[in-house]
Every structure is written in C-alpha cells, then in structure tokens.
C-alpha cells in the first residue's frame, strides 16, 4: 500500500523567498503523484502531477516539483513565495498501473510573512 | 473543463435527521466519484468510492448504513448522511475521475459542503 508523509505541518516564508515543501512516499508500483492546495473553507486546485516522463514538472502560479525515484520525493518549490501562496497543501500518491485512490499525505500549512 | 460542483456548500441540521450531499460533474462524464472527509487542520479521508450504476465501495472504519452513497447517473453522485449526530459534523468533499482521465488517475475536486450538526 502507498502512503505519504510530509515534513513540516506549517512552514513560514518571507514575502519573496523561497518555498519549498517536503513530500515523500512509498508505492510498490510506479506511483502518480500529485500535489494540491487547499484555501480556507474550499475544495483542492491541483498544482501539478507526474505521472510519466520528464522527472520536473512545472504547475500552475509558478510553482514547480521534481520526481525523484532514488529519493522517494516529491518536494515541491516555487522560487518566490507571494502573500496569496498562504494555504494548505497537500501531497498525494496513487498507485499508477490499477490503483485509483489517492493517498494524500497530512497536509502542510504555508505561512507568507510580509 | 472538469468542473465538480457540490450542493449545497455548508448545511446545518439538527440531531437526528438525514442530509443529502450532491456533487455533479458538469462539463464531463464520471464514471467514477469519491466521497472524502476532513476533519479540521486535517487531511482528508477516503470514505468510499462510488461507480455509477453498481454499490458503492467503503473503505475500512465506514459504517455503509450511516453514509448512504448513491450514483445514478455517470454526472451525479450523492452522499446522505442518516440520523446525523453530532460527531458527523466534517467538510465532506468529493472527486469525480473521469473516463478520459483513467490514465492519468487525475481526479476533479469538488468545493466542499460544511456540515454541522447541533
């Protein structure tokens, strides 16, 4: 079975620093991974996913996140955070050949500081 | 695309009575949804996976007789909560996968209904 875990509940950042948020998992098959955010009160946007191909996928607001299978990652990165990047984001996996559920990891809350 | 819709978005019910969650797929078809709990400032729990036409699939913990899945047509599934108490009290989320989007395992997020029971 998957699972996930990400470092960090609540990560801070400057206005304009760099974001990174730590996502690692397990899958006993090529895994599917996706990261998502999450506003106050609100369903999931997904950011990005991988499933297959290039290890570094680009998302949307300028965030990015790289695959590494050695690692087991999937952190994610946006090179300058913006006060609208506050919310929750959460890491999931999916067992890529015949898995259809997710597994999202607990979560972490992202804090921008002016 | 891929638009999910849920109705309605927050809903307040007393002890004791049922309550009916909608979540529709508006711009593609599903032959698959999820249903998801969150607890606050936590993640989100698969509470069963739903395909039209057939029951639907609970995972372990999920009492089947308190969370009525129902999935009758390929853009509308409902979940209903019966004799809600109020430790059912959540944000109950779902997700529908679309049939073009089976490779890719991307599911569509709906906005989330609060339900609070007094």
């Known amino acids: 079975a998957q699972s996930v875990t990400q470092l960090g509940s609540h990560v801070s950042v400057s206005e304009g620093a760099l974001v990174l948020l730590r996502c690692n998992y397990s899958?006993?098959?090529?895994?599917?991974l996706f990261w998502y955010v999450q506003y106050p009160n609100q369903g999931l946007q997904l950011l990005l996913k991988?499933?297959?191909?290039?290890?570094l996928v680009k998302g949307i607001n300028g965030f990015e996140a790289e695959f590494k299978k050695s690692e087991t990652s999937f952190h994610l990165t946006k090179p300058s955070a913006h006060m609208s990047d506050a919310a929750e984001y959460f890491c999931?996996?999916?067992?890529?050949?015949?898995?259809?559920?997710?597994?999202f990891g607990p979560g972490t809350r992202l804090s921008v500081l002016p | 695309g891929a638009v999910v819709s849920q109705h309605p978005s927050r809903v307040i019910c007393k002890s004791g009575t049922s309550v009916k969650i909608e979540c529709r797929s508006l711009d593609f078809q599903a032959t698959t949804m999820f249903w998801y709990r969150q607890f606050p400032k936590k993640s989100l729990m698969l509470m069963a996976t739903?395909?039209?036409?057939?029951?639907?699939?609970?995972e372990q913990g999920v009492e089947k007789d308190k969370f009525l899945i129902n999935h009758a047509s390929l853009t509308l599934s409902t979940l209903t909560v019966t004799s809600a108490h109020p430790e059912d009290s959540s944000f109950y989320i779902c997700?529908?996968?679309?049939?073009?989007?089976?490779?890719?395992?991307?599911?569509?997020f709906g906005p989330g209904t609060r339900l609070t029971v007094t």
């Open positions: 999931a996996v999916s067992e890529g050949n015949y898995g259809q559920n997710f597994v």
């Open positions: 739903s395909n039209e036409g057939s029951k639907a699939t609970y």
């Open positions: 991988y499933t297959t191909g290039a290890t």
């Open positions: 997700s529908a996968r679309g049939d073009t989007h089976r490779l890719t395992y991307e599911q569509y």
């Open positions: 899958s006993s098959v090529p895994p599917y």
